[in-house]
């Protein structure tokens, strides 16, 4: 545990990865916009920082864990950002879901200055934050990868290095578009079920049981039948992911049909005001299209 680890964005899924880290026996630095979630983690040991800056000039590794491309950037490259206090040698780790095209601009930036960085984007929702069974796919030199796996391995289940600076967030983008997808898709089978008079519950216990059984339906089972849409996963979040996996279609030349027509549905969630609301929210607009009371 020579490492001394810094982690930059404290929300739903950065709290508890970070305290995960602290329970393996890491001392660790740690920045956030708004003062509650680093009150807190200071309460159980951290020490709190003034600016990403900070961070990396006490660290070694830098975690990031923030809301899309436009912070990434700015933590990673602002005024106050990671590279302006990231030592020769030291690394940084984006877990952020972000644009691939922006992992490797910023990969390259931190070549020039004697700094790795590996992109590592995570599914598993808050609960495999907090269980520490995160999924994790990373993007960047093997070398970077291998010191980063024994801290990956105390935040996730599953850690695959899946090829050069961006790869991770492309996988990321994929695994979006089949979460956003099968959300999708179990929705319009609990409506239409309902319409016809069969209890939601049986239609999950069935489904789930044969060769339409997945993960959607196993961890948001409580959610899509109770309609408390607490959220793991937000909407405004998941519309912002397939807006990045749609960009990606263009630039590769991959057309995304169904995926196109989900982001939309995730936008009119937004207009609806339920950006907030977990993105298995998606069952509300389905519902609300089929006249079905909710």
């Not at 930059?8 to 393996?24: C, H, Q, S, T």
């Not at 095209?101 to 700094?115: C, K, M, P």
């Not at 024994?150 to 695994?175: D, R, W, Y």
């Not at 089972?221 to 109770?226: G, I, N, T, V």
């Amino acid at each position: 545990m020579s490492e001394k680890v810094g982690f930059v964005g404290l929300g739903i899924m950065g709290r508890p990865m970070a305290r995960n880290l602290m329970k393996a026996g890491y001392d660790l630095m740690a920045y956030n916009r708004s003062r509650g979630a680093i009150e807190e983690l200071v309460a159980e040991g951290a020490v709190a920082a003034g600016s990403p800056k900070e961070v990396a000039e006490s660290s070694d590794v830098v975690f990031t864990m923030l809301p899309g491309p436009p912070e990434v950037e700015k933590v990673v490259a602002g005024e106050e950002g990671l590279l302006r206090g990231a030592r020769e040698g030291s690394l940084l780790v984006d877990m952020s879901t972000s644009s691939p095209i922006l992992a490797r601009e910023l990969a390259r930036d931190a070549r020039q200055r004697g700094v790795g960085m590996l992109d590592a984007p995570v599914s598993g929702g808050d609960v495999g934050a907090k269980e520490g069974t995160l999924s994790i796919m990373v993007g960047g030199s093997e070398e970077d990868f291998e010191r980063a796996k024994p801290l990956f391995e105390i935040m996730g289940k599953t850690v695959v290095h899946v090829g050069e600076s961006g790869a991770g967030q492309t996988v990321k983008a994929c695994n979006q578009i089949v979460v956003a997808l099968t959300i999708e898709a179990v929705s319009e089978a609990l409506v239409l079920g309902s319409k016809a008079g069969v209890d939601p519950m049986n239609v999950i216990e069935v489904l789930s049981g044969g060769l339409a059984g997945n993960k959607v339906m196993e961890v948001k089972a409580e959610k899509l039948l109770s309609h408390n849409f607490e959220p793991g996963g937000k909407v405004e979040f998941h519309h912002k992911d397939l807006g990045i996996a749609l960009e990606a279609g263009r630039e590769y030349g991959v057309s995304l049909p169904v995926t196109a027509i989900v982001d939309q549905m995730f936008g009119e969630l937004r207009t609806r005001g339920r950006g907030e609301w977990d993105h298995s929210a998606l069952l509300t607009l389905i519902e609300e299209r089929a006249g079905e009371d909710t």
